[in-house]
């Protein structure tokens, strides 16, 4: 299984963006994905999980209604997605997977840089 | 505030062995059963070390292993070597969504 991320991005504060996360190798729906950010200099944090199965979705309540999560489960693709960005929101992105089952992450993309700047 | 603490920083010179702990100070980790360790070398994805508190993924050095004592948890590195720089961060299964937490990260150093 293979997590492929979408490309750095630059964005204005006010601007919207959907970034995404294509899990390829293995297509069946069997896996949880995690959205975690990395501001600069700063540790790792969950942003929220998506199931591929049935695409219940959790939230950490303090990013709820800040990012929207959702899935394409046709083609296997997460997305985080924000409506109106901050500069705050400057941060790399990672995506992680879990076989439905697990309670750990072995699967990682290689990150999305997203920048928010005027 | 995390759920879990970790120290900021440890440090060992090369072949010896050092101890990173992780404490949760919430009961909202249940049974504490379902830790992992992943470790971030600078500007890389982070890669998983140990799962389940001391299972180790295929592919894993066996100088990595897991142990857990009542509330914390722990990874030992042994015989460390110079690409064991990098941050480490202990992950918890967690009963407050988005039901994972992580800690936040202890730096290692090998002088």
């Known amino acids: 299984v293979q997590l492929v991320q979408s490309g750095a991005e630059v964005k204005k504060p006010g601007e919207s963006l959907k970034i995404s996360c294509e899990c390829s190798?293995?297509?069946?729906?069997?896996?949880?994905i995690g959205w975690v950010r990395q501001m600069p200099g700063k540790g790792l944090e969950w942003m929220g999980i998506i199931y591929f199965g049935d695409s219940t979705t959790k939230y950490t309540p303090s990013l709820q209604g800040q990012v929207t999560i959702s899935a394409d489960t046709s083609i296997t693709t997460a997305y985080l997605q924000w409506s109106s960005l901050k500069a705050s929101d400057t941060a790399v992105y990672y995506c992680?997977?879990?076989?439905?089952?697990?309670?750990?992450?072995?699967?990682w993309g290689q990150g999305t840089l997203v920048t928010v700047s005027s | 505030q995390s759920a879990l603490t970790q120290p900021a920083s440890v440090s060992g010179s090369p072949g010896q062995s050092i101890t990173i702990s992780c404490t949760a100070t919430?009961?909202?980790?249940?049974?504490?059963?379902?830790v992992s360790w992943h470790r971030q070398h600078q500007d890389e994805a982070p890669k998983l070390l140990i799962y389940d508190v001391n299972n180790r993924p295929s592919g894993v050095s066996d100088r990595f292993s897991g142990s857990k004592s009542g509330n914390t948890a722990s990874l030992t590195i042994s015989g460390l070597q110079a690409e064991d720089e990098g941050d480490y961060y202990c992950n918890s299964y967690t009963l407050r969504s988005p039901t994972y937490v992580f800690g936040p990260g202890t730096k290692v150093t090998v002088l």
């Open positions: 190798g293995d297509r069946s729906v069997n896996y949880w």
């Open positions: 992680a997977g879990a076989l439905n089952g697990n309670f750990y992450f072995d699967y």
């Open positions: 919430s009961s909202d980790v249940g049974g504490f059963s379902h």
